[in-house]
């Protein structure tokens, strides 16, 4: 569900970074992107365009150089428990449970007490029931991975990053996660920012595809993915809508 006006402003943005002998590397030049409450949006572009770096700036983990960047009006500056940041890398805590790791951001938030009910929500919303007392060295990489989307969504962020987060998960653990983002999404309607590498999930979860140029990354292509839920990877719409992306990362 899409609604509103645009949540998230970025215009114009512009991020380089300068190595120690004082070269500038432009990372991100003139990005633009609009999205609204509820839209699910893919970043898709060639290693090094500036991806990550774009979510870092929506996180407020790093500021921009040009241009302007806002959600809900007001310019990003610092991280916020209302934007949630998924990385690549599982990043959990070793000496905690399964439980204990999704519940550590509302520890840290001090919300604990009042929301304590969405921690077994999130658990069961994540196929982990069960495991809410493993540690993380017992469970599987895609367990370890749907517990670091936990940790995320149970602070019901307006806003979630995902870098990569299904990338080193086999095909099927995949899918059942791209499944359960979608079941997330249905219920709470955030703002999710994708990056991925695969095109079919790109077309398989997003409402837009935002397709990046190489370094510096600026817009290249904005394609609309306007296809019903659950979506038919094998549909002739579909597999259109794949080589409607494929097309525009054809830079040669
Ligand atoms: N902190 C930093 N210091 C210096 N250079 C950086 C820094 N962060 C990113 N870069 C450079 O900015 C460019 C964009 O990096 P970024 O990580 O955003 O790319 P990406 O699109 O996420 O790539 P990938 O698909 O490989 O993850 C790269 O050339 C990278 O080397
Ligand atoms: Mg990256």
Redesign the pocket.
């Given at each position: 569900m899409v609604t509103g006006e645009h949540k998230l402003i970025a215009e114009h943005i512009t991020r380089w970074?300068t190595s120690e002998d004082g070269v500038r590397?432009m990372?991100l030049e003139d990005f633009n992107l609009k999205v609204n409450q509820g839209e699910v949006v893919a970043l898709i572009?060639p290693?090094?365009?500036?991806?990550?770096?774009f979510l870092r700036l929506v996180a407020g983990l790093d500021e921009v150089q040009e241009g302007t960047l806002t959600y809900d009006g007001q310019p990003i500056t610092a991280p916020d428990p209302n934007r949630g940041f998924v990385f690549q890398q599982a990043n959990l805590y070793p000496w905690l449970t399964v439980e204990k790791n999704v519940a550590f951001g509302l520890k840290a938030n001090k919300v604990y007490k009042e929301k304590k009910p969405r921690v077994q929500e999130m658990i069961d919303l994540m196929g982990l029931t069960g495991f809410e007392k493993s540690y993380p060295h017992q469970i599987s990489g895609g367990m370890a991975a749907r517990v670091a989307i936990a940790q995320t969504l149970v602070m019901d962020p307006e806003v979630i990053l995902l870098d990569e987060p299904l990338s080193a998960l086999d095909a099927f653990t995949r899918a059942v996660i791209q499944d359960e983002i979608l079941k997330m999404v249905d219920r709470f309607h955030p703002i999710v920012l994708l990056?991925t590498?695969d095109i079919e999930e790109a077309v398989y979860l997003s409402d837009r595809v935002v397709v990046l140029s190489p370094?510096p990354?600026t817009n290249v292509a904005d394609i609309k993915i306007d296809l019903p839920h659950p979506r038919d990877r094998i549909s002739p719409e579909f597999i259109a809508k794949r080589h409607e992306v494929l097309d525009a990362l054809d830079f040669e």
């Open positions: 970074f590397l990372a572009g290693s090094g365009c500036g991806k990550s770096t990056v590498h370094r990354g």
